[in-house]
Each structure stands twice: as C-alpha cells, then as structure tokens.
C-alpha cells in the first residue's frame, strides 16, 4: 500500500483550520499529523476534516496550549499516547493503520530561551523528554513505524541557517543535538528526509520575527520525518512545503511530507 504523509505545527488548529483544510485540498496527504494544536479534542474541527475525507483521528489535546492529532484517510487506530518526563502536557500520540503501520506524533518541548537547565526549567524539561522518549524506544523498540512532528531540534550544520551563530541558541546547541540523536539510535531511526535530500540547507521553521522571512531565509528544520529501519526503504519523494510559510496568517512552520510504499 502506498499512501503519503505529513507533518505539520499548525500553532492553533482552530485558528488555522482554513489552512489545514487548504492543505488537505491542494497536497492531499493521506495521513498528517499536526502539532501544537492549542485545543482540546473535543473543540477541534474535526468536522470539517472528516468532510474533506479524513475520517479517522487520534489525538490529545489541551486548551491553549500543545496538543497533538493524526488526521487520516486510511482506517486507523490508536496505538500509545505518552506522557514522557511527567509533564502533563499533550505532546505524543500515535495510530496504527489497517497496513499495520505505527504512526508516532511528537511535539517535543521548546526549551525556552536559555540553553542551562540550572537557570531555565524549560530547557531541562526538554532534556528530560528526549531521555524518556530514548528509554521508551530502548525498551520497546519499534518496528513498522513512523516518527514524525516537531523535534524542536535542528540537529546537522545545515538544518539552520549559521551553523556556528546558532551553536548556542535553543534547538541547535550541542547538548540538544546529542540527546535527539540518542534517542534516534534507540529506536533505529532513520531519517526520511535527509535518506532523501541528503545535502544541501534545508528549513521548515522561519520565524515570525523577520520582516520578510523569505528573503532573509534564517531557517531551521526543527520538523522531521523518520521511519524505521525495517521500512525506511520505503520511504521516497520528501518534500517541505514553504510556500505554506506564506500563506495568509500562517503557521510559522511549513508542512513536510514523505511518501511510502509499502
């Protein structure tokens, strides 16, 4: 079975449910996963999804804040939603598709602005996160599965746009880079969309901050794509949608797909 995917932070599921449903119709993945939902699942369209022909929903969500949810055309089941370091937070959930598929949703925390757990909470909360999620895959590891969302984290010199000024900035410092790769080889990751764009700068963050985010092209790929192993060689045609970043108040990431064959 074939079927396409993507990841989303829509930063506000019901503020932007336009362009969700702008992206449904114009890219028509078969499965997307959005995160930072800021809603609970109970006020999320989702009618409006199921009539655009996505019927099938797991999720979590909050109000106001994070939130997570699989949107999909296949049949699909919920299969684990975690609550890594105690947070209470709504930040993972995942679905089983009727190809037996895993498909995991992940919205890791942000760290705030400080990159030292002694003086911001955030950070260390961060840390704590990606360790849990480690030992997660550690002690079940996964198999037939995919891992998507926002990692917060831009882990390679050219998933941002200065390597060296941004050493030290929240999502690019090496601590970071050094938990989220522990936590890829835990549960034999392989990342989808540098299999196939293995060079080259590559972004799905810009932020709003920038007068012209598009010209000025300060970005990170904080938003992944990974599959295991044992099907990682079905994964082709990745793609980030940055045109999605200009769209009428837009989210400040874009949307970034795969497709599978399986």
Known sequence: MAFSLATWNINSV??????????????????LCLQECKSPVD????????????????????????????????PMEEAAAE?????????HIAGRLENGVTVHNFYVPAGGDVADREVNEKFGQKLDYL????????????????????LNIAPREDDVWDHKKLLKVVSHTPIEVEH??????????????????????????WSYRAADWDAADKGRRLDH??????????????????????????????????????
Do not use: C
Not at 83 to 91: K, Q, S, T, V
């Open 43 to 74: 006020k999320m369209p989702l009618d409006a999804f199921a009539a655009a022909g996505y019927a099938h929903v797991v999720a979590r969500g909050q109000k106001g804040y994070n939130g997570v949810a699989i949107l999909s055309k296949i």
């Open 225 to 262: 794509v990974w599959a295991t192993s044992d099907i990682a060689a079905a994964g082709h045609d990745s793609r980030i949608v940055r045109g999605a970043r200009g769209w009428e108040k837009p989210s400040d990431h874009a949307p970034v797909f795969a497709q599978f064959d399986l």
């Open 83 to 91: 609550d890594f370091a105690a947070l209470g937070h709504a930040r």
């Open 180 to 205: 989220l790769a522990q936590t890829q080889d835990a549960g034999g990751w392989v990342d989808i969309t540098r299999q196939d764009i293995p060079e080259g700068k590559l972004f799905s963050w």
């Open 14 to 31: 019901r503020l932007r449910e336009g362009l969700v449903l702008k992206l449904m119709t114009e890219e028509a993945p078969d499965v």
């Open 131 to 150: 360790t849990e999620m480690r030992d997660w895959f550690h002690t079940q590891k996964p198999e037939k599965s995919i891992l998507v969302g926002d």
